[in-house]
């Protein structure tokens, strides 16, 4: 999935939509998917936060998801730990924390921790029902 900004051509010059999110959905069928949105806040600054185009497209794009996977019961994220906007972005959309993977990763060559959340099919059909 691509998050596109047509409003806002000023920055980009080679394409008519300019792409300020891209979102990759992996199954992991039958029942669960893995979601990971990646944007470049530098670039596009505070249109990315609330009520921004990452929370918009991320609501679209859980619903075509749970939609097109009726047997889906589960989707999960995994941002950085310290990454305060991707973990707004979750509870935003309605996922609920599960844990957290300390020490889990390196990153620049630091050791980073990772938080997980998910959301199921019964809280999201809640969150927007």
Known sequence: YAIVDKRNLSRVKST??????????????????????????????????????????GRLILADIFTEYPE?????????SHNAAARGLCKRLGFAQ??????AVRVGGKIKG???????????????G
Not at 121 to 126: G, L, P
Request: without cysteine.
């Open 16 to 57: 008519a939509t300019p792409v300020v999110g891209i979102v990759t959905v992996e199954l992991l069928p039958p029942w669960s998917a893995y979601v990971h949105i990646a944007s470049n806040r530098k670039a596009w600054g505070d249109k990315l936060t609330q009520p921004g185009l990452l929370e918009q497209g």
């Open 72 to 80: 889906l019961l589960r989707v999960s994220a995994a941002p950085l």
């Open 114 to 128: 990772i938080v997980h959340y998910g959301i199921t099919r019964s809280a999201w059909e809640d969150h927007n």
């Open 98 to 103: 599960d844990g957290l993977f300390e020490d």
